[in-house]
């Protein structure tokens, strides 16, 4: 059962990685990857609140009695989602403005709620930020792939997270197609990539 | 009263909460396969989204407002929210006990549901009045229920299909999301 700190990080690269293994957390999935900047910010958003509250509920956890735990991690995860709307307000704005509703809503997000359920109330604090990182860096992989299949396509270029960079991809007579940055694009997209899951995982 | 008609077509079918918002997609792919549980869980979210909205922008109007304590809604509404459920679900056990057994699994799920905490954001961010809250939470609950309703139909006729092997399950239910979405697109042209 031992597993080694580095098999807890790499699971979430591919075995366990959200949202295509785990298909949890779907709604930034869907609503956040028109853009891969869009889709990498919440990604790292995501990660962060994702270690801290894996640390935290991991230290806490033979304090939380079993009986209230849900409320109790809940409230810690709430806790660094402020931290994170506050320090995107200040660093981040455009992005912030964004990703809008979806800041807040990192708190509902079943992933990390069901990472501090199923490993971090259960597990020492190293193990923990090793499956929080993996976890969250697999699903910022996750969310800037579907991106950068939905950014392609519906938009024709590729911004790059973190600057102001927009690469076209295919010229300017290129037509976009606008279907996939709208709300169908984004549903039928991910069931083709979970698809495509399947087929390389048999 | 037209604003308040227009408001509520707009929340159902021009901006479906699950459809078109992306809100509360763990609940409609995990309650849909069976229409008992997709008629349950509608009817959970229509009863605590109307609570949750009038508790949420309350507390926004009397106490958040006023202090300037904004940066708090995150925690103030996730907490309110799951005492809510809590509440909610003590009192139906004792003094509802058929509507309980009805609903009974299907309340501690919505805690996490991102539709109703998501609807309690919307409403604070546009704004509106009481009433225009009251109307909003209803109709974006309703619109929850009618697309999940729906999706579900589909899901029991997609189980007994064929499907090819990797499409099976959550992918062809996206697919099948998808082309849903597409259609509620189209109401787009109404208003």
């Known amino acids: ?43 790292v958003a995501a990660t962060f609140v994702l270690v801290c509250s894996n640390l935290l509920v991991s230290m806490l956890r033979n304090v939380i009695p079993s009986q209230v735990r849900v409320p109790c991690f809940i409230i810690i995860i709430a806790t660094f989602v402020v931290v994170v709307e506050l320090v995107m307000q200040a660093v981040a704005y ?21 990472r501090a359920e199923a490993f971090a109330s259960k597990n020492p604090p190293v193990p923990s930020i090793a499956d929080g990182l993996g976890i969250g860096v697999g699903f910022t992989i996750a969310l800037g792939f579907l991106a950068g ?23 300017a007579s290129y037509e976009p ?17 979970l698809a495509l899951m399947n087929l390389a995982g048999e | 009263m037209s604003d308040y008609i227009l408001l509520a077509v707009s929340a159902i079918l021009v901006n479906n909460i699950l459809l078109i918002q992306y809100l509360g997609n763990c609940p409609f792919l995990g309650t849909s396969k069976s229409m008992d549980n997709a008629v349950g869980m509608s009817m959970a979210v229509v009863f605590v989204l109307a609570m949750a909205g009038i508790v949420t922008w309350t507390m926004e109007a009397v106490f958040l407002g006023p202090i300037g304590l904004q940066y708090m809604r995150t925690i103030v509404f996730i907490v309110v929210i799951a005492a809510l459920v809590q509440f909610v ?25 991102c539709a109703v905490m998501g609807v309690c954001l919307i ?28 999706f579900a139909g589909l899901r ?10 990797p499409l099976q399950d959550v992918s062809i239910a996206l697919v099948t999301a998808g082309f849903m979405s597409l259609s509620f697109l189209g109401f787009k042209g109404m208003i």
Not at chain 2, 126 to 132: A, H, W
Request: glycine share 12%.
């Open chain 2, 156 to 165: 029991e006729r997609i189980i007994i299909g064929r499907v090819p092997g």
């Open chain 1, 94 to 114: 455009p992005l912030f403005l964004q990703l809008g509703i979806f800041i807040p809503l990192i708190v509902v997000n079943c992933i990390i709620l069901g």
């Open chain 2, 123 to 150: 409403n604070i961010k546009e704004e509106y009045n009481f009433l225009e809250m009251l109307v909003s939470s209803f109709a974006y609950a309703a619109g929850f229920g009618l697309a999940l309703i729906l």
């Open chain 1, 177 to 193: 197609f606008t279907f996939m940055v709208e709300a169908p694009g984004a549903f039928v997209c991910l069931g083709l990539v």
């Open chain 1, 1 to 43: 059962m031992a597993k080694t700190i580095v098999q807890e990080f790499t699971k979430g690269l591919w075995d366990e990685i959200p949202p295509f293994r785990l298909v949890l957390g779907l709604c930034p999935v869907l609503a956040v990857t028109k853009t891969v900047a869009n889709g990498v910010g919440m990604g």
């Open chain 1, 149 to 171: 299949i939905r950014e392609a396509f519906g938009a024709g270029t590729i911004s790059i997270p973190f600057s102001d960079t927009v690469i076209q991809l295919f010229g």
């Open chain 2, 89 to 113: 679900e003590i009192f139906m056990k004792k003094s509802m006990p058929g509507l309980y057994a009805g609903l009974g699994i299907f309340l501690p799920l919505i805690t996490t549901n």
